[in-house]
């Protein structure tokens, strides 16, 4: 066991871990924030996505241990006093969901595509950088929707 202390949605967290702890087990199991689900134990649904120092991972890819001393941001984290981050407003706006389940992650991905790429992105950026990120309801049309109406809402 070991000591793993980070930065999670703004305030400081610690606890005591197992070297083979995911991340994702960390956040949901220890800090009980349970908007990042486990969809595949496999890394391969996204249903999983933060934000580590800035940039979206897979987090049932990642040991707790390799958080230690970083950043962590999940699904909680990105309301400010109630409202609703620009991209999760957009999701709720343009019907992207149905289930809920895969929500959490494409909304992490979708921040972390628009920072990369900016709020002009276009469709075929989108719908490439969402391959990691599977939806079983939806059909993915109001999901593209949904990130290209949140870029515009964050780039100003």
Same mark, same amino acid.
């Given at each position: 066991?070991?000591?793993? =202390?980070?930065? &999670?949605?703004?305030?400081?967290? =610690?606890? #005591?871990?197992?070297? %083979?702890?995911?991340? &994702?087990?960390?956040?949901? #199991?220890?800090?009980?924030?349970?908007?990042?689900? +486990?969809?595949?134990?496999?890394?391969?649904?996204?249903?999983? +996505? &933060?934000?580590?120092?800035?940039?979206?991972? !897979? =987090?049932?890819?990642?040991?707790? +241990?390799?958080?230690?001393?970083?950043?962590?941001?999940?699904?909680?984290?990105?309301?400010?006093?109630?409202?609703?981050?620009?991209?999760?407003?957009?999701? !709720?706006?343009?019907?992207?969901?149905?289930?809920?389940?895969?929500?959490?992650?494409?909304?992490? =991905?979708?921040?972390?595509? +628009?920072? %990369?790429?900016?709020?002009? &992105?276009?469709?075929?950026?989108? %719908?490439?950088?969402? #391959?990691?990120?599977?939806? %079983?309801?939806?059909?993915?049309?109001?999901?593209?929707?949904?990130?290209?109406?949140?870029?515009?809402?964050?780039?100003?």
């Amino acid at each position: 066991m070991q000591t793993v =202390s980070m930065n &999670v949605n703004g305030e400081p967290k =610690s606890g #005591e871990v197992e070297d %083979r702890t995911l991340l &994702v087990e960390f956040l949901r #199991e220890h800090l009980r924030l349970t908007g990042t689900h +486990v969809g595949c134990d496999t890394s391969q649904c996204g249903a999983c +996505v &933060v934000h580590v120092n800035g940039v979206s991972v !897979k =987090s049932c890819t990642m040991l707790a +241990v390799q958080a230690d001393g970083g950043d962590v941001t999940t699904i909680e984290g990105l309301a400010n006093n109630g409202e609703l981050h620009p991209m999760q407003q957009a999701f !709720k706006d343009n019907h992207g969901l149905q289930c809920g389940f895969c929500t959490p992650g494409m909304v992490m =991905s979708a921040i972390d595509i +628009v920072n %990369r790429n900016g709020s002009d &992105v276009d469709e075929a950026t989108v %719908r490439k950088e969402l #391959e990691g990120n599977i939806c %079983r309801c939806t059909g993915y049309h109001n999901i593209v929707k949904a990130v290209h109406a949140g870029a515009k809402n964050m780039g100003g």
